[in-house]
């Protein structure tokens, strides 16, 4: 998986309408955490690199900082995610990310010239490289990194907000299995396999609760990748669903196909099965 810990003490959310932040000063836990919400985006002056701005006045000490780094999270579509995997991949860094950015632009029919994509090798068979690659337009990129640079901070981490709720829990969570998070406007899904690595990911439509047909096809699409997680193991996957997804989903027909859901994110994960 692709490196989502690190050293940072400020830690910035950005959806569709929103920026959240919170700065745990060097004493946390014993010192209070700094919090900050400020939405955009209902009238022209409310813009993203303005919330931040907001947000980072709140919640960053004026005193000397001696961590600048900020981990940041981005909700739905303001960064896409994939796996892809390649057979051969040039031994030159410059070369590598440029194949592994074309090919994901092409893939998901993105403007390359658009687009800033960060590739990252996922454990497993050498001789199919598979890479975590995620993709966030420029001009975001550009506004976060210009927000953060005049706090003198740096964007250390950027992922998708789903992998770094992921991220904690990896360790615990039953393998091979799946988790299916419910964001602003659409579901997001991580496969992973019984050694834990990553070997799938999906962002779709949100799950209309009024529809059973979709369902339906949400059942069958979750069935399909727990095949692709337990590929080659004996061992079935268990699907983590948060809510209100999980109440979504007919528990007595995973069982039927041989899957358990579990509601996330219940930890120990083995702890409480998700009522039918």
Not at 41 to 63: K, N, Y
Not at 115 to 132: Q, R, T, Y
Not at 159 to 178: C, D, F, I, Q, T
Request: glycine fraction near 6%; hydrophobic fraction near 45%.
């Amino acid at each position: 998986m692709m490196r989502m810990m690190s050293p940072a003490r400020c830690f910035v959310k950005i959806g569709a309408a929103h920026v959240w932040g919170t700065w745990r000063p060097q004493a946390w836990p014993r010192a209070a955490v700094r919090n900050a919400e400020i939405s955009f985006g209902d009238d022209p002056s409310r813009t993203m690199r303005s919330a931040l701005d907001e947000v980072l006045d709140a919640i960053v000490p004026g005193r000397r900082i001696t961590s600048p780094f900020v981990q940041v999270s981005l909700e739905g579509q303001r960064i896409l995610s994939g796996i892809k995997r390649f057979t051969v991949l040039p031994k030159s860094a410059s070369d590598r990310r440029l194949v592994i950015s074309q090919r994901f632009c092409r893939d998901h029919r993105l403007e390359a010239d658009a687009f800033d994509v960060m590739g990252s090798p996922l454990a497993g068979d050498e001789s199919l490289k598979k890479i975590l690659c995620l993709a966030v337009e420029k001009k975001t990129l550009q506004t976060i990194r210009e927000a953060f640079a005049a706090k003198g901070l740096h964007a250390d981490v950027i992922a998708p907000e789903y992998l770094m709720r992921l991220e904690p829990h990896k360790e615990s969570l039953e393998r091979p299995g799946l988790a299916v998070f419910d964001e602003h406007g659409g579901t997001s899904i991580a496969v992973w396999d019984e050694s834990g690595a990553l070997v799938h990911l999906a962002s779709i439509k949100a799950l209309d609760p009024c529809d059973a047909v979709a369902s339906g096809r949400m059942l069958n699409r979750l069935t399909r990748y727990a095949l692709i997680a337990a590929e080659g193991f004996d061992t079935p996957a268990t699907i983590y669903a948060e809510q209100p997804i999980a109440s979504l989903l007919s528990s007595t027909v995973l069982r039927e196909r041989g899957l358990k859901l579990l509601q996330w994110p219940d930890a120990p994960p083995a702890s409480r099965a998700v009522a039918s």
